[in-house]
């Protein structure tokens, strides 16, 4: 049974766990001293510890072995996704994309969003993003940001060699996905999609636009099945 994980912001030689990690592993995984555990701090390491003393608001863990995680992907993959009116249903792309592999995650708001991001659910998103990471065994839990425009989002993104723009009224394909090498962006929009002109945006910052079918996709859908494809042909699942 693999050992449970944590995150932590520091690791040091004993190493202290504190906050909703110590909470869930206290009162939830009911651990105790003696017990062994992995700690993980984003740097891609894993680290062996064990607990060497509970007190009321921490844990103390004496780290005992150090290891570079084998899980991450190979591929340099970065996910941006227009904001949705469901907070379940962003939540699902988050935990998806994490457990695929998506180095990077950015969410945005765009011309026909509908829906209205705030401190708490962006901090509710990176808690998923952890939770994912864990779940799957990965050494590091992609950190979640936020753009208010769809202009910053690409931005941020601009410097991939693949930069894959999904959008509804593509009629084909202007990038060969099933070829791809090297770090890739993905772009899916909210429930209202993109403007022609968000298009003409994204195609002027490199931007290929790509058809996903014939048929038009839930937006969680479309996160799911293109990340899938990239991972897919950038051989991360094979």
């Known amino acids: 049974m693999a050992l449970k994980r944590f995150f932590v912001d520091k690791i040091e030689e004993t190493t202290e766990l504190s906050g909703e990690e110590f909470e869930h592993a206290k009162n939830v995984l009911r651990l105790g001293a003696g017990d062994e555990v992995i700690l993980l701090d984003n740097s ?3 680290y062996t510890a064990v607990i060497a003393q509970v007190e009321k608001k921490r844990m103390l863990l004496n780290v005992v ?22 907070a379940d249903k962003n939540e699902f792309i988050v935990q998806k994309a994490v457990e695929l592999g998506v180095k990077k995650i950015g969410v945005f708001s ?3 969003s509908s829906a209205y991001m705030n401190a ?5 998103l990176n808690k998923v993003s952890k939770e994912a990471a ?23 993104a601009k410097g991939y060699e693949n930069k ?30 993109f403007s022609r002109k968000e298009e003409e945006l994204a195609n ?12 038009i996709l839930r937006a969680e859908t479309a996160a799911v099945a293109l990340t899938s494809v990239v991972m897919f042909h950038l051989g991360e699942l094979k």
Do not use: H
Not at 167 to 192: H, P, Q, R, W, Y
Not at 205 to 214: D, F, R
């Open 164 to 193: 894959l723009f999904a959008c509804e009224f593509a009629t084909e394909s202007k990038c060969d996905v099933g070829n791809l090498c090297g770090s890739t962006a993905m772009v899916i929009g909210s429930e209202g999609g």
């Open 134 to 156: 864990k779940q799957c065994l990965r050494s590091v839990a992609p950190e979640v940001v936020y753009f208010d425009a769809l202009g910053k989002a690409l931005e941020w």
């Open 110 to 112: 765009s011309e026909y």
């Open 120 to 124: 708490n659910k962006l901090e509710r």
């Open 65 to 86: 072995r150090e290891e570079v995680g084998e899980r991450e992907a190979s591929a340099d993959v970065c996910l941006l996704f227009g904001y949705l009116k469901n």
């Open 204 to 215: 002027e910052l490199g931007y290929a636009s790509v058809t996903l079918g014939k048929r």
């Open 44 to 46: 891609g390491k894993e």
